[in-house]
């Protein structure tokens, strides 16, 4: 059973940067690609970003040159550093590996 979890959120003034962190529980972990997804109140959730067993990621045009994922294989933890934040970036974050996905966490970015 596959379990994520994520943290790292909060309030931020714009252009702050933020981690959040993604850890996963259970087996299986080195062998998935995770992706962040975020959703803002009244929109439908949006891909944010992925990273694969191979270190490849890719971005959402509208994240790309400010957001960074990672992931840490010994420690079961994917990344998301978000730079240069913008207020259009305040929703609930979460983490997806394999159809699972975390409970969220809130970034808010506001002055």
């Known amino acids: 059973q596959v379990q994520l979890v994520e943290s790292g959120g909060g309030l931020v003034q714009p252009g702050g940067s933020l981690r959040l962190s993604c850890v996963a529980s259970g087996r299986g972990f080195t062998i998935y690609a995770v992706a962040w997804y975020r959703q803002a109140p009244g929109n439908q959730r949006e891909w944010v970003g992925s990273?694969?067993?191979?270190?490849?990621?890719a971005y959402a045009p509208s994240v790309e040159g400010r957001f960074t994922i990672a992931r840490d294989d010994a420690e079961n933890t994917v990344y998301l550093q978000m730079n240069n934040l913008k207020p259009e970036d305040t929703a609930v974050y979460y983490c997806?590996?394999?159809?699972?996905w975390g409970q969220g966490t809130q970034v808010t970015v506001s002055s």
């Open positions: 990273i694969t067993r191979g270190l490849n990621t």
């Open positions: 997806n590996m394999a159809s699972h």
